[in-house]
């Protein structure tokens, strides 16, 4: 029997909660929650509440979505004692506190494994498998409200198979328009193998758009994700052999089977790494 504990804001993790009761071999060992909003209608979920001490000696692995109750200290001694976790949302983290857990991960062997919602999408799934490099990659992703603080994050780990985490060369810049009511925000990684990213992303007046489209030799597929249209070489892919996996199902059975997560703290160090000269291209830019 796997004891599962579960710290933060429960609500919002109730939807990986439930997924994990699906699992026979789990068993909900208790809480550290945040906050004291009422449970929501149609809500069943009854959880005893620990201080965050005594419940990371009760349960075997969590489930976590507010880092800000976990000291960092405290995080490394989780990660010493085995104790594995799901981030369901982004630790905050400097890249070198992200090495040094990946470190006391493999010293222990804990998994530690980190959202990546859009990895999981079988097209993105397919185009792992498939894409011939060196390769041009185009990603445009737009909301008719302003883009979340986690987006360019969850772009850059999606691409983690396609491209690798560390670009060479990194390029940004951004405009906005309030006669448009849009913002605009464009990147450009280059990698070793020859490939590039370019990622255009922001708030794009009243549209949404999530497309991305790769251009190799002999090559060149295109996803419309919104339209679910997705082609290599302007002929239909059969994405039926890549179904959608769940996130907490992936987690859980990474423990059955003692493997490493998809998406590791690792990857994570990475991709914050490349976020950070992002930024520090789009601070000059802004400055200019």
Known sequence: MLKLGLIGDIQMLEPFIKKAMKHPEVYIAGKSSVGTRPQPAGSRLTITEFNR???????????????????????????????????TTYPELSADECTQL??????????????????????????????LK?????????????????????????????????????SAV???????????SN???????GSVVQINYGKKGTQNVFKVNTYAHN?????????????CNNSPIDLSPFKKELE?????????????PVTTIEDYSSVLQTLHKIHLKLDRFSSM
Request: net charge negative.
């Open 53 to 87: 001490v005594e419940l990371i000696e009760r349960a075997d692995a969590f489930l976590i979505n507010h880092f800000s109750l976990l000291p960092f200290q405290l995080l490394c001694e989780m990660v010493k004692k085995s104790k594995h976790f799901f981030a």
């Open 134 to 170: 060196p390769a041009f990659v185009e990603v445009s992703y737009f909301k008719n409200e302003p883009v979340g603080a986690d987006t360019l994050l969850q772009l850059l780990l999606m691409l983690k198979n396609i491209t690798g985490n560390i670009p060479k060369k990194t």
């Open 219 to 231: 090559q060149f597929v295109e996803f419309d994700f919104l339209k679910g249209h997705y082609s």
């Open 102 to 131: 990946t470190k006391l991960a493999q010293e222990a062997q804990t998994i530690i494994q980190i959202a990546n919602p859009f990895y999981y999408l079988p097209a993105i799934q397919w185009l792992g498998q498939n894409v």
């Open 187 to 193: 990147l450009q990684l280059e990698f070793g193998d």
């Open 174 to 184: 951004s405009f906005d328009s309030t006669l448009a009511d849009s913002v605009f």
């Open 248 to 260: 907490t199902d992936t987690f859980l059975n990474t423990l059955a089977q003692k493997k490493l």
